[in-house]
């Protein structure tokens, strides 16, 4: 695939043809369970439980157990949910289940194949490498100033351009810069009004 060389856009990422083709077949994957089954989270466990009654066979030796009963359990907020489901439940639901696992193990596959190129972007060794036991090269700093085209993406700017303006200095200990500063004789600094004061 063609890099873009636009300065306003980033040059596209190369993904080798074994992970493109798995990345496909992933996302089949997913379309197939987004299409035609629901996701449910959790997990459904076999239960076999005792009864309170002492002359029950569950509590004979071996015991005989009452059960199954199946029992969905999930974790929300650090919390455990449970419920129990009839036997009709866990038949339908177990596929539900089923499709929640796989979906977890397809985005993770995803995800690896998406941290494979990008740590295969060749555009990683552009960057200059040190060699063991040399001190790393210091970062480049950004110029001063950039061309136009740099900043407007090639076009031409719709501003016209102006010099660059330079703050003016003024030594304000001379004389000169004191006498500007400092009032008129009679006139108060800030032109307050003059205050009078009367003979008692």
């Known amino acids: 695939m063609t890099g873009i060389t636009d300065l306003c856009h980033a040059e596209t990422v190369r993904v080798a043809a074994a992970h493109r083709a798995e990345a496909e077949k992933i ?9 035609t089954g629901m ?3 959790g997990s459904i466990t ?11 066979g569950c509590h004979a030796d071996p015991p005989r157990l009452h059960g199954p009963y199946w029992q969905w359990t999930r974790k929300i907020a650090a ?8 036997s009709d439940q866990h038949r339908d639901y177990t596929a539900w289940i089923d499709n929640d696992r796989r979906l977890r193990d397809l985005l993770a596959r995803l995800e690896a194949l998406g941290a494979a190129a990008f740590d ?8 200059p490498r040190t060699r063991p036991g040399q001190p790393p090269e210091p970062e480049r700093q950004p110029p001063d100033s950039v061309g136009s085209a740099r ?27 004191l006498s500007r500063l400092a009032p008129e004789a009679g006139e108060p600094k800030g032109g307050a009004k003059k205050r009078v004061t009367l003979p008692a």
């Open 79 to 86: 919390k455990t949910i449970c419920r129990w489901l009839t």
């Open 46 to 56: 076999q239960r076999r439980t005792r009864c309170g009654r002492a002359n029950c």
């Open 151 to 177: 900043l407007t993406c090639g076009r031409p700017p719709t501003q016209p351009s102006y010099a660059q303006l330079r703050a003016k200095r003024e030594d304000l200990t001379s004389s000169e810069a």
């Open 27 to 35: 996302a089949a994957e997913l379309a197939a369970i987004a299409a």
């Open 120 to 127: 295969a972007d060749p555009r990683w060794e552009r960057r």
């Open 39 to 41: 996701v449910l989270p």
